[in-house]
C-alpha cells in the first residue's frame, strides 16, 4: 500500500486483499485548523463547536494529512455523533467503518446519536445504530428543526453491539 500528498492531491493504491489502515487523533481546540481546512474543502456547511469532540484520522504514511473526521457534540446528557466525512477520492475503501469503530469507546461512555440520510442508515447499523425508537426531546426537536428545512434526516440510536 502507498499513499502521497502534495499540493492538495492524496492518492492511494491498494492491493485487492489490503485494507488501509488509519491512526487516529483527537484535537484539542488548539490543534484544529487543518479539520476546519478539511471540512471548508470537502463538508463546506459544517460549522465546528468548541464544546464538540474532535476526532481526525490520517495514514501512518501521509505525513499527517487528515483523511477522515467525525465530532461528538454534547447535547445535555446526550453525544451527537456528526460531521463524519472521508476524503471524496478514498471512499468506498473501508475507512469510515474503520472511524466508527475507533469512535466506539466514546460513543458508549454517554446515549449516542446521529441523524443522517436515508441512504446511509444501513452503513451505520452495520456499526451498531438502529433508528430511535424513543428519542430524547432535545434530539427530536433537532430532528425537527432539520424537516422544516427540508432535511429528511433519520435519527438513529447507538447501541454497543448491532442490534440483532
Do not use: N
Amino acid at each position: 500500500m502507498s499513499a502521497k500528498s502534495g499540493k492538495g492531491r492524496l492518492r492511494a493504491k491498494m492491493q485487492d486483499d489490503e485494507q488501509m489502515r488509519i491512526q487516529i487523533d483527537w484535537l484539542e481546540p488548539e490543534r484544529r485548523r487543518a479539520a476546519f481546512s478539511f471540512y471548508k474543502a470537502f463538508m463546506p456547511h459544517a460549522r465546528i463547536s468548541k464544546k464538540e469532540a474532535l476526532c481526525v484520522a490520517y495514514l501512518p504514511e501521509s505525513a499527517g494529512q487528515i483523511i477522515a473526521a467525525a465530532r461528538l457534540r454534547p447535547i445535555g446528557p446526550y453525544r451527537l455523533l456528526t460531521g463524519v466525512l472521508v476524503h471524496p477520492k478514498l471512499r468506498m475503501q473501508g475507512l469510515g467503518s474503520q472511524l466508527i469503530q475507533a469512535l466506539r469507546p466514546e460513543l458508549g461512555l454517554a446515549p449516542s446519536y446521529l441523524l443522517c440520510e436515508a441512504a446511509l442508515c444501513y452503513f451505520y447499523q452495520r456499526h451498531g445504530f438502529a433508528t430511535a425508537q424513543h428519542p430524547p426531546a432535545e434530539l427530536s426537536q433537532l430532528q425537527r428543526r432539520y424537516q422544516e428545512q427540508d432535511k429528511a434526516l433519520q435519527l438513529m440510536q447507538y447501541f454497543h453491539k448491532p442490534p440483532s
